[in-house]
């Protein structure tokens, strides 16, 4: 997040955040994989099986006539229908579910920690394995909880006092997010066996009931509600808005960048919606293939991490004195130290072999298609060329919306 706020100093109040400062710093063809693999793919895994462990919470709480999968759609059009309504109304949402949700899990948590759950409690180790492997192949999972911090850069010129408010709110984010979850891991730990947990496709759900028995899986049903809709807002309305900075570019067909009368991107939020509706159907009920798949997103997401510490060391070597409000400190270690620790998540992705291969397989098959149809859609679409970057000021200029009419009737875009 650091290297994020770094960037968004650099080049302020770009709609399409990442996208824009690797098209700056790398060029246009590892824009186009990275931000829709990278972003839309991870992205959009994420919030589908946010959405699949809802439903199947729902279902297990309610027993309502319903197939699970009703819960996902009801959720992605309530949420569907307050992102078209602007980012006045994505605050407030987010705003309420933020401070739900938190609550919600440090009470849960606390009760746990000390014992106070009016279920039996367990003794268990705290570590189930503490080998170094295992433990760093955890941390790719782990590193789930902390990804989306950065959804704040495209809306900060939205932000009051958008210099000091956008860096400061996503380090205090990923701290609380941090003393949360760690909090609810001693309270699992003393009221849920391990081994329960790692076959459940709604490991929640399990802690609320050995805590508090039915009232406590009520309530965790409506934790899971709660981060459903924190997550797929978000997802909703950051990718929408990347998409629509994309599309100034011409990276992305202007069907995502064209707003509706609440200035939204429309487009991108059917899109978006219907695409998690789509993840979540596959992964429903499931814990092998939600498991499966936060570890291929998981991939996605790292490689995009990886390129923006890479935007940030080129811009230091190339615009070494431009104007920045933040800079991360200590040079050029932290970037590399988070570039090296992000390949050896991804190499140490799962302690399966088999798995860990699959995913490998299945991430670079989809790299390929995406380098092939960003080389296609570069030179039909943009005629510029393939790897060569784009200088910052044409990139912060494209944020007018006469950039893309302008190179149109030239004929330079198509």
Same mark, same amino acid.
């Given at each position: 997040?650091?290297?994020?706020? #770094?960037?968004?100093?650099?080049?302020?109040?770009?709609?399409?955040? @990442?996208?824009?400062?690797?098209?700056?710093?790398?060029?246009?063809?590892?824009?186009?994989?990275?931000?829709?693999?990278?972003?839309?793919?991870?992205?959009?895994?994420?919030?589908?099986?946010?959405? =699949?462990? %809802?439903?199947?919470?729902?279902?297990?709480?309610?027993? *309502?006539?319903?197939?699970?999968?009703?819960?996902?759609? *009801? /959720?992605?059009?309530?949420?569907?229908?307050?992102? *078209? &309504?602007?980012?006045?109304?994505?605050?407030?949402?987010?705003?309420?579910?933020? &401070? @739900? *949700?938190?609550?919600?899990?440090?009470?849960?948590?606390?009760?746990?920690?000390? +014992?106070?759950?009016?279920?039996?409690?367990?003794?268990?180790?705290?570590?189930? !394995?503490?080998?170094?492997? !295992?433990?760093?192949?955890?941390?790719?999972?782990?590193?789930?909880?902390?990804?989306?911090?950065?959804?704040?850069?495209?809306?900060?010129?939205?932000?009051?006092?958008?210099?000091?408010?956008?860096?400061?709110?996503?380090?205090?984010?990923?701290?609380?997010?941090?003393?949360?979850?760690?909090?609810?891991?001693?309270?699992?730990?003393?009221?849920?066996?391990?081994?329960?947990? #790692? $076959?459940?496709?709604?490991? $929640?759900?399990?802690?609320? #009931?050995?805590?508090?028995?039915?009232?406590?899986?009520?309530?965790? /049903?409506?934790?899971?509600?709660?981060?459903?809709?924190?997550?797929?807002?978000?997802?909703?309305?950051?990718?929408? =808005?990347?998409?629509?900075?994309?599309?100034?570019?011409?990276?992305?067909?202007? /069907?995502?960048?064209?707003?509706?009368?609440?200035?939204?991107?429309?487009?991108?939020?059917?899109?978006?919606?219907?695409?998690?509706?789509?993840?979540?159907?596959?992964?429903?009920?499931?814990?092998?293939?939600? =498991? %499966?798949?936060?570890?291929?997103?998981?991939? %996605?997401?790292?490689?995009?991490?990886?390129?923006?510490?890479?935007?940030?060391?080129?811009?230091?070597?190339? @615009?070494?004195?431009?104007? +920045?409000?933040?800079?991360?400190?200590?040079?050029?270690? @932290?970037?590399?130290?988070?570039?090296?620790?992000?390949?050896?998540?991804?190499? $140490?992705? =799962?302690?399966?072999?088999?798995?860990?291969?699959?995913?490998?397989?299945?991430?670079?098959?989809?790299?390929?298609?995406?380098?092939?149809?960003?080389?296609?859609?570069?030179?039909?679409?943009?005629?510029?060329?393939? %790897?060569?970057?784009?200088?910052?000021?044409?990139?912060?200029?494209? #944020?007018?919306?006469? &950039? &893309?009419?302008? +190179?149109? +009737?030239?004929?330079?875009?198509?």
């Amino acid at each position: 997040m650091a290297t994020m706020s #770094e960037l968004n100093a650099l080049m302020p109040n770009v709609t399409g955040g @990442l996208a824009q400062y690797t098209l700056a710093g790398v060029g246009p063809v590892p824009t186009i994989v990275l931000m829709v693999g990278g972003y839309m793919i991870s992205n959009i895994l994420s919030s589908g099986v946010e959405a =699949s462990i %809802f439903a199947y919470a729902m279902g297990q709480v309610l027993h *309502l006539p319903v197939p699970n999968f009703f819960w996902s759609v *009801l /959720a992605s059009v309530v949420i569907l229908i307050a992102n *078209l &309504y602007g980012v006045d109304m994505f605050a407030k949402v987010q705003d309420l579910v933020s &401070y @739900l *949700l938190l609550g919600s899990m440090l009470i849960m948590g606390l009760l746990g920690v000390f +014992r106070l759950g009016t279920g039996t409690a367990v003794n268990q180790p705290a570590v189930m !394995n503490g080998s170094f492997n !295992n433990v760093v192949s955890m941390t790719a999972v782990a590193f789930w909880l902390f990804i989306g911090a950065e959804y704040a850069i495209p809306i900060s010129k939205d932000v009051k006092n958008a210099r000091r408010n956008v860096p400061l709110g996503m380090f205090i984010g990923l701290g609380l997010i941090c003393a949360v979850q760690s909090v609810m891991v001693l309270g699992f730990h003393n009221y849920t066996a391990w081994s329960d947990l #790692e $076959h459940s496709a709604a490991p $929640h759900l399990l802690y609320g #009931e050995a805590l508090l028995g039915s009232p406590g899986q009520i309530w965790m /049903a409506f934790v899971a509600a709660l981060a459903v809709i924190s997550t797929q807002n978000s997802t909703v309305q950051g990718l929408s =808005s990347i998409f629509a900075g994309m599309a100034k570019t011409n990276l992305m067909p202007q /069907a995502f960048g064209k707003l509706n009368r609440h200035r939204v991107p429309a487009f991108g939020v059917w899109f978006v919606t219907l695409t998690i509706i789509l993840c979540a159907y596959i992964s429903q009920d499931s814990s092998d293939r939600i =498991s %499966f798949l936060i570890l291929v997103g998981s991939v %996605f997401w790292m490689a995009s991490y990886i390129m923006a510490h890479i935007d940030l060391l080129i811009f230091r070597h190339r @615009l070494p004195k431009a104007p +920045r409000t933040f800079r991360v400190p200590f040079g050029p270690v @932290l970037p590399v130290i988070g570039i090296c620790g992000t390949v050896y998540m991804i190499l $140490h992705i =799962s302690t399966d072999p088999v798995e860990r291969n699959q995913i490998w397989l299945l991430t670079a098959v989809i790299f390929a298609i995406l380098f092939v149809y960003s080389v296609i859609w570069i030179r039909v679409k943009m005629r510029i060329p393939v %790897f060569r970057p784009v200088p910052v000021k044409d990139v912060l200029a494209m #944020e007018n919306t006469m &950039y &893309y009419q302008i +190179r149109k +009737r030239k004929g330079i875009w198509k």
